[in-house]
């Protein structure tokens, strides 16, 4: 260190010299690396059981016996944290070393459609397709792909969790609803034709234009779609909504109906659509408040765009998607949001509903369906509502490939239908290279990841699966009530089916032992404290004894620490005043960690 600094000094020194001698000192004697400004591991947060220090990389690299000190420490710490972790759902209870370690030395890339070829030879898409159709099975799409049939399913094994299908429905839906398509260049060919007059050969690129379809002069808001979530909603849907600038119906509310609120008694908008029965509640979308809403919007000419959740993130919560879809569309029918004939070109139209439903089923879509077939065979008296392609109105489904089946890295698949792309219903056999997917290069190694999965658990099994971890619930939430009648309200509550149990917040050492996931929600229009578990595959009656134990000991709930007044939330909102109000962030919870 003392080294470096010294020819730190000594540069500044020449570069003086050489500036004045009118040179430009940077391009030959400046280090091609800075220092740090003070030691990187004084400033980051420390970890439990991990010395900074000694995973820093120096540009020489770490000598083998250093190296693999720092592996241990990180073997220890995983095996640890993984041993009582009871806060995320995440299953941590997977065994992918043994059958597919040899694959870790290849690199799997599923870039482009996972229906198209490609040329990167090094993939896995006939496995990314078995999972795919496996799962349209499973939610009741028609199987399998193909291109010709705008009924069947079309969807993708995503790189990212559902963060990604959210984003990817979201932004579908917004193009489709917004009139967008994805027309054949017409010009292309031309263009070619006359590029190559100058003799040189010129090959005619397969190009497709991103056009906007005409707006209709007597409907100006027709192509405006509008958001609809509730307050339990996922941060990756909000976050999806600002990077795609899709408008909520708070901001178009606020905005330019202020005052006319359909489910307010003074009119003004709420940020989100409520839940049902608020912070109290099970945390499902309140779907009276959502149909007044949608009523309003639909009357004014604005297409519709609904996200609904199954599986809550704090509350494990099932929106009934059923139900919301048949309230819902005698309103879309009514205003004529039913059909709409989209011009896309010149003459050319298509039909394309004015309403876009997205399912965000991270955890619910992965495992309900067993839960459903355990009812189906007398295992279980509840089931969960319908939420899959068997309702017509169902645009999108994403589900997350870590959460209930357990798996590496985050992963997950998105689906919609065919006849939802952007592509004119004029070329349904389009083979040419098609925009789809988010990212170019996708994980191809997650598709071998659930497959292996898939191939391994028959439905039975999964059956199986369901029916004791929803015991194991039944059997956590018993034991905290128990806590409960000894220790005085610890406001411990399940939503029916769920798999996840609240309670009032843990102390940070037994947030930190167990990976406690906290979240702050309004009871009755007091601000409470939150911890919740989840019980995934890799959770057993020890472990939750083993978190109440310590739960009865002292100091073992936190300090409420939410303010008990808004004050401090609505200090900053005056100056809001001047601008336009967009979608509401959340500053905590709902999976922001
Ligand atoms: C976890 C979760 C997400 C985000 O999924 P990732 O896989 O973490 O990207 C979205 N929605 C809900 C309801 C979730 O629980």
Redesign the pocket.
Known sequence: MTERINRREALTRTSAGLVMAGTVPWVADAAPETDPLQPPCELYPEVFGISCDSFQLPPEGMTAAHRSAALTQLQAYQSLQKSRTLGF?ANQDINYQEDLQPFLNFHINNVGDPFQTGSFTLNSKWMERAVLDYYARLWNAVWPHDPENPESYWGYVLT?????G?LYGLWNGRDYLAGKCLLDDPHAEAETREASRDGRARCVPRRLVYQQAKAPTDTPHAFSPVAFYSEDT?Y?IIKALRMLEIQTFYEIGTNDYPGQCPISADGTWPKEVPSQDGGSGPGSIDVDALSQLVEFFAARGYPILVNL?Y???FKGAYDDVETIGKRLMPIIRRHGLDQRNIEYQDGRHETRQGFWIHV?G??GAAYMPFLEMAHNDGRLTQRGPNFDFRLPFVNSITM?G??WIGAPW?C?VFMTKTKFLLLPPSRPNYIGSRDSTLAGSRNGFSAIILWDFLSRHSYAQQIDRALRLEKLADYAYEQLKSLERQHGDLWVARTPLALTIRFKRASDDITLKYSLANETLYVNGEKRDYSHIYIMEHVTNAKIDSMISDLRGAAAFAEQLAPQSDAETTDCTASLKEGRSLVFVPEFGR?MK
């Open positions: 759902q990212m969790g559902s963060t990604e959210n996922h990756s959740n599986g809550t993130t965000d991270a955890l997350s870590h959460k985050p997950g999976g």
